[in-house]
């Protein structure tokens, strides 16, 4: 883990999605070991099962194969499945047990940022992949040559509707020089958020091409100013920037048009002069001249006809953005999911 006071308390600003995402792994695994113990195990065994489960006091006292006759109605699970069954526990197992390091990344110096990010989200979707090959293999539908990668990683790419509305957010370390967003607005969907912790001078505007209207995109000065993309319930990404830079706001909540979203509250003193982050001096000044743009207030707004009897309330309302509404009780909703697999006809 990248040891920047700032990463603490960017961590801090995340805590109840870390924590709801942590959980939510935990309760799975309990869910597949229970599974396993329960049907996994040989006929033969049932009894040296059972004499586990029921303790010391049970010794003597209760009939172990006889009891464990009362359950002869479930089914083991043959061998090879067993064992896909162990791998994906293993990986449930090993993400469990990761810590913050699973949200925490440090992109090295001169090294691709959408890479970093890429290969982070491969590899905490390794949850959603190991969740994936448990249910088809308990399901039957399990096939070695279409779903065995899924251990190993599980890109952003794959992810389906549900996997991207439960993932934690990613704090990422990066130097200004390397701040190259291009790439990034791939992984803006469902709730993801990356928070970028950028180390010395960077382009004064490096997330402005990032902006749609679905996206809280944002520039700040300091950690704590992070709690305005943590409440936000939808994709989001935000950068935590020098004095050089400019500090801006787009909050999809705020209004229809991209005036009414976009709140820039510092530009800098001074025009680029030097390239940085592989952009020219042009590139920087015209990132810059967009964010004026998209933030300058239309002279007037036309108002689109609506048909008579409509009132213009409807009207507005219909021709306004949805905005991705907070997903509620994660982990429930994470750990309900991985087990029943609502989404499964999406698996390739």
């Known amino acids: 883990m990248p040891s920047d006071d700032r990463v603490r308390d960017a961590l801090a600003s995340f805590r109840r999605e870390r924590e709801a995402f942590r959980a939510a792994v935990d309760n799975t695994v309990q869910q597949v070991r229970s599974y396993l113990a329960k049907h996994a195990v040989p006929n033969g065994g049932r009894s040296q099962l059972v004499g586990a489960e029921l303790g010391t006091f049970a010794q003597g006292r209760i009939d172990f194969e006889r009891f464990a006759s009362l359950f002869a109605d479930r089914q083991s699970v043959d061998p090879v499945t067993f064992e896909t069954m162990e791998h994906a526990l293993t990986t449930l197992t090993t993400l469990s047990s990761s810590g913050d390091d699973l949200f925490v990344l440090d992109v090295p110096s001169g090294q691709d940022l959408r890479q970093t990010v890429g290969s982070a989200l491969e590899e905490i979707g390794r949850a959603y992949g190991a969740a994936r090959v448990f249910e088809l293999s308990r399901t039957g539908q399990y096939r070695y040559s279409t779903h065995a990668r899924s251990l190993g ?60 209207p679905g996206t809280f995109v944002m520039q700040c000065g300091a950690v704590t100013d992070l709690a305005r993309i943590g409440a936000w319930g939808g994709p989001g990404i935000a950068a935590v920037v020098d004095e050089d830079a400019a500090i801006f706001v787009h909050d999809p909540e705020a209004g229809f048009h991209a005036s009414d979203r976009l709140t820039v509250e510092r530009l800098p003193q001074s025009p680029p002069r030097n390239a940085r982050a592989g952009l020219s001096v042009a590139q920087q000044i015209q990132e810059l001249e967009q964010l004026k743009a998209l933030a300058a207030k239309p002279v007037a707004v036309a108002t689109a006809a609506a048909p008579a009897g409509t009132p213009a309330t409807e009207s507005t309302a219909a021709a306004s953005p949805s905005a991705p509404a907070p997903p509620a009780d994660p982990v429930d909703k994470l750990a309900s999911w991985l087990l029943s697999q609502a989404d499964l006809s999406e698996v390739e």
């Open 153 to 212: 990683s599980f890109p952003f790419a794959r992810w389906n509707r549900s996997e991207r509305r439960l993932t934690p957010p990613l704090i990422v370390a990066v130097d200004g020089d390397d701040v190259r967003a291009g790439g990034l607005e791939e992984f803006l969907d469902g709730s993801q958020k990356i928070v970028l912790l950028v180390r010395g001078a960077c382009p004064p505007a490096p997330l402005v091409r990032l902006i749609t």
